[in-house]
């Protein structure tokens, strides 16, 4: 009887080790398991280099300006207070949305003409349209500024050939602004291009030919056909261009600090005056935290747009 009991003992640790490595191949045989541990690697660098700074951030933003008091919502209520705040949450968002906009008009007008070029001749522009994103905005941005000189500005010498005056580009608030946003659409409408460019090619040409033979029109294919099947990868590159402006911190930085009289100052560039030029780190962790509730909403919306048609899809 004893025998009997130590031999079904044996045969249960003998199983033991087989069940655990069965279930383990079973969880790495499993596709969504694999593509889990390859991302992790990602996952962490993610949590360590974006995660971190932001919880961080958060603890900051309830600090004093000596950091060594808990002060809670204190900084935030302070800054409610402000008039300068409400202008930069102001420009910020005129900033990015006429930007974004103009970005977005741009790249989808010139990624047609791009689309229609004959194929060896449209890696050629291709390569040319690209320049402005491929060059370091900070680089790019210093170019613009001797252009936006008050003294030796080559628009104003141009514009004399006109007879018009020189404009204060960089000295009055509606211009500094324009120039803040022209330079953006500038480096930013690239982006535009390539994505809407790749998205065109993806559209299938029996679409159009279906279209031309019920009697569609230019238009009606633009409004029927093409819109449509690129209405995901424009909500996408709308959003992720959104936030990388509403984030953006060279181009103002450079060309007007802000100026003039703070009117052309954004959530980053005032961040920056607050936190580390006027020595109040939990001040400027508080500001640069108010962009956050804005671009979820912006988020929200344009995700559930997105999620909304793949299923209908």
């Known amino acids: 009887m004893a025998d009997v009991v130590v031999e079904q003992g044996r045969r249960a640790r003998a199983a033991s080790p087989r069940k655990k490595n069965a279930s383990l191949r079973n969880v790495l045989g499993r596709k969504s398991s694999v593509a889990f541990f390859l991302t992790l690697p990602l996952i962490l660098l993610i949590a360590l280099l974006v995660l971190y700074p932001a919880f961080y951030s958060l603890y900051l933003a309830t600090l004093n300006k000596a950091m060594t008091k808990f002060v809670g919502l204190g900084n935030f209520t302070f800054l409610f207070k402000r008039e300068t705040f409400w202008m930069v949450v102001r420009q910020s968002c005129i900033f990015a949305i006429t930007a974004v906009f103009f970005k977005a008009l741009i790249g989808f007008i010139v990624a047609h003409f791009v689309h229609n070029i004959p194929g060896k001749k449209q890696r050629k522009w291709r390569g040319m349209l690209l320049v402005p994103w491929v060059i370091p905005p900070a680089m790019s941005t210093l170019a613009w500024l001797w252009l936006f000189d008050p003294s ?101 930085r450079i060309l007007t600090s802000g100026g003039p009289l703070d009117r052309t100052h954004l959530f980053a560039t005032w961040a920056f005056q607050v936190g580390i030029q006027s020595n109040d780190i939990p001040l400027g962790a508080c500001v640069s935290l108010f962009m956050v509730p804005i671009l979820a909403v912006a988020a929200i919306f344009i995700l559930r747009d997105v999620n909304k048609r793949g299923n209908e899809a």
């Open 152 to 252: 030796y500005s080559a628009f104003n010498y141009t514009l004399s050939f006109f007879g018009v005056g020189p404009i204060p580009w960089l000295g009055d608030t509606f211009w500094a602004r324009f120039s803040v946003i022209l330079v953006n659409v500038w480096y930013g409408a690239p982006f535009f291009l390539i994505m809407y460019l790749a998205a065109l090619k993806s559209v299938p040409d029996q679409l159009y030919e279906a279209a031309a033979i019920d009697g569609a029109n230019w238009w009606q294919k633009m409004w029927y056909v093409t819109l449509p099947m690129m209405r995901n990868i424009i909500a996408i590159t709308t959003l992720f261009s959104l936030i990388v402006t509403f984030a953006n911190f060279d181009i103002v």
